[in-house]
């Protein structure tokens, strides 16, 4: 099997170790992972603050991209930008089922081609989030991990509520050698990160992140891990301006970790 690696931005600058600890974790398994150099950011921050315009340049960019690298399906650590390709490009571009069932269609759609919409289908249909992937596409718990210590697991939004995912990274962590999995309350509360609504309600986006950190801690875990960069970011920014000696992980580290 071939697989077409998809770097979200935050990933890409901020958490590169995810990506590689991703394609370690892959090849491990057998996988050949191919990294298309031409990729860019998939769209999500224009989309999500209104430019449309600037989003479906951006994604249409993306979709030609991943098309062209014509592998079994495309993976990231991300569940954010991952359903952003999945879920939302079909609305971006005006096409799919919540836009039909409404009756609306955009004028863009109008005038997109047979064959582009043809590539959207391909492009959104095969594209997965890393956990997703190997417990869903692959059928694989244990990737031979071991990682000696006691975690809580934070689920991202988009990854729980548009892709349904919230045993998926919890099997691949269940079967890691060396590991305790505490569950925090209210594990699937935000952690007040949500893209660009930390810098437009910083003090909202903190209290939410507070009432996390507050969870994590009750658990006596000793790392706090996730499947997105952006939940990391937050998180571990409270962690460390508060002076809690808890550390945060990407799931594709620990699952890299032998």
């Known amino acids: 099997m071939r697989v077409a690696l998809f770097v979200p931005c935050f990933v890409d600058q901020l958490f ?32 999500n603050t209104g430019y449309w315009d600037e989003a479906r340049r951006v994604a249409t960019r993306y979709i030609e991209i991943f098309d062209k690298a ?19 490009y079909r609305e971006l571009f005006g096409v ?4 039909e069932k409404s009756g609306v269609r955009s004028q863009e759609s109008e005038a997109l081609s047979p064959e582009f919409l043809k590539r959207l289908a391909r492009v959104s249909e095969n594209t997965f989030e890393f956990s997703e992937f190997l417990t869903k596409k692959l059928k694989v718990a244990d990737v031979g991990a ?6 809580t697991f934070h689920d991202a939004c988009h990854l729980l509520r548009e892709l349904r995912c919230k045993d998926e990274p919890r099997q691949l962590l269940r079967a890691v050698k060396g590991l305790q999995l ?18 437009k309600f910083p003090s909202i986006s903190t209290a ?25 970011l937050q998180i571990d920014g409270y962690l460390k301006r508060q002076n809690i000696p808890i550390k945060s992980i990407s799931l594709a580290e620990v699952l890299a970790s032998q």
Do not use: W
């Open 16 to 47: 590169p170790n995810a990506a590689i600890s991703m394609v370690t974790v892959l090849e491990r398994l057998g996988i050949e992972v191919h990294y298309p150099m031409e990729q860019t950011c998939c769209g999500q921050p224009a989309f």
């Open 70 to 88: 014509n592998c079994d399906a495309i993976v990231a650590p991300s569940g954010s930008c991952t359903s952003m390709v999945r879920v939302f």
């Open 96 to 99: 799919g089922h919540g836009v």
């Open 146 to 151: 071991r990682f000696n210590a006691k975690v």
């Open 182 to 199: 505490v569950e925090m309350k209210e594990c699937e509360t935000c952690c007040g990160f949500g893209g660009t609504f930390s810098a």
């Open 208 to 232: 939410m992140d507070e009432v996390k950190v507050n969870s994590i801690k009750e658990t006596g875990a000793e790392y706090v891990v996730s499947t997105d960069s952006s939940c990391l």
